[in-house]
Nanobody, 124 residues
Framework: QVQLVESGGGSAQAGGSLRLSCAASGRTFSRYGMGWFRQAPGKERELVAAIASGGSTNYADSVKGRFTISRDNAKKVVYLQMNSLKPEDTAVYYC??????????????????WGQGTQVTVSS
């Protein structure tokens, strides 16, 4: 059984930084793409960033240049470094593991395991 456990959420001032971590267990981590999604109050969940097993990355336009996704296959951890935070980044952030041979990065149905979510609150 796959488990994904997020940590690192919290509160920050606008312009500040936070780093989220997602520790995975249960299957060969290095084989799977990973994604970070977020859901703000009253909004649909959206892809923030994703990283392939080979290390290629995808970002939402709203976070390009500010957020960086990375992975450590030896530790089975995926990170989301968030810099220059804005109040509109406030959301619950979820880590997810992508199915093999998925066709898209942003489609939630291409991710079969999810973490419990961690709250990020950015104040102005």
């Amino acid at each position: 059984q796959v488990q994904l456990v997020e940590s690192g959420g919290g509160s920050a001032q606008a312009g500040g930084s936070l780093r989220l971590s997602c520790a995975a267990s249960g299957r060969t981590f290095s084989r799977y793409g990973m994604g970070w999604f977020r859901q703000a109050p009253g909004k649909e969940r959206e892809l923030v960033a994703a990283i392939a097993s080979g290390g290629s990355t995808n970002y939402a336009d709203s976070v390009k240049g500010r957020f960086t996704i990375s992975r450590d296959n030896a530790k089975k951890v995926v990170y989301l470094q968030m810099n220059s935070l804005k109040p509109e980044d406030t959301a619950v952030y979820y880590c997810a593991q992508r199915v093999l041979y998925a066709s898209s990065w942003a489609d939630e149905s291409d991710y079969d395991y999810w973490g419990q979510g961690t709250q990020v609150t950015v104040s102005s």
